[in-house]
């Protein structure tokens, strides 16, 4: 069985675009792999969270991923800092990793410029750190967005001059884990591109977002006059609101409105009504779940402690591998 491992930053609330592009995928993936889901807290001391903060968005991820089906009892769900081997390996990892090639990172240049006034050695350091994640467990398989995959990149060079520098043959090299054609892109409510909360307010549907919020958001998103000839091409905002439908309703309520478009008979609050409803019961579920969940902290407790035992397992175990390979006293 290969070892397929995912780090999620804990940046707070998952929307829908989360659960198409990967969530949906982790719950059927985590009965076909040995799966290892962790919540990358050390990578988030990057851009200096408060405390309070911190603890907050970890809870927060961690019960919208198990709201959303991961089973903590299938695959093995962490806190990054549970696992306080990674900064352990992360350090042998910074030895061998070089100022010239961190430095030519296009998200490290993105970060940079956006906090010019703290451009912090983690910064620099961070795919390091994200190899530590990845190799500590030995993984085969990352699943990651286009944005991640110069990290995996380095993480293969990494793992690539370890083996070399010790001769050994210890860490496999990652690669990318495709869903292909399962993945689902979904787009935001204004109009274009994806959804994301950067995107600004009203862009996103998060899982957790109460009915009366969902409504709200649909009915202002970008639409525009209507078509004006018979079966025209759809411009982009129209085109959006047609795939999020296609994610979420019935192939009947889509072909229905497909065919009012078609016709130039379509309005555009009608079918926004229908797909908030849509959208309102298939996160139903997930929304429930989300607060029966949260408020059970025993629970919450008990999943990250067994979170930690397996992470320590697997993780100890190859720090403890690496030391000896390095040359420490055993
Ligand atoms: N860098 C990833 C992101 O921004 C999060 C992450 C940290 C990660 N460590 C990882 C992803 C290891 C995959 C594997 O989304």
Redesign the pocket.
Known sequence: MDIV?????PTGNLHLGNYFGALRNFTKMQHENTCYF?I?DY?SLTTHPTPEHLQDNVKQVLVEYLAAGLDPEVATIYV?SDLPQTAELYLFLNMNAYKGELERVT?FKEKAKKQPNNINAGLLT?PA??AA??LIHR?HK????K??EQ??EM?RTFANRFNRLYKVDYFPEPVAYNFGEELIKIPGLDGSGKMGKSEGEGNAIFLADEPAVIRKKVMRAVSDAGPTEKNSVKPEPIRNLFLLMQAVSSADTVAYFEEKYNACEIRYGDMKKQLAEDIIIFTEPIRERVKELSADEAYIKKVMEMGKEKAIASGGKTVKEVREIIGFRP
């Open positions: 491992l995912s780090g999620i930053r962790f990358a990578h990054q998200t961070y750190l994200m994640d990845i993984a990352v699943p990651v967005g944005d991640q990290h995996l993480t």
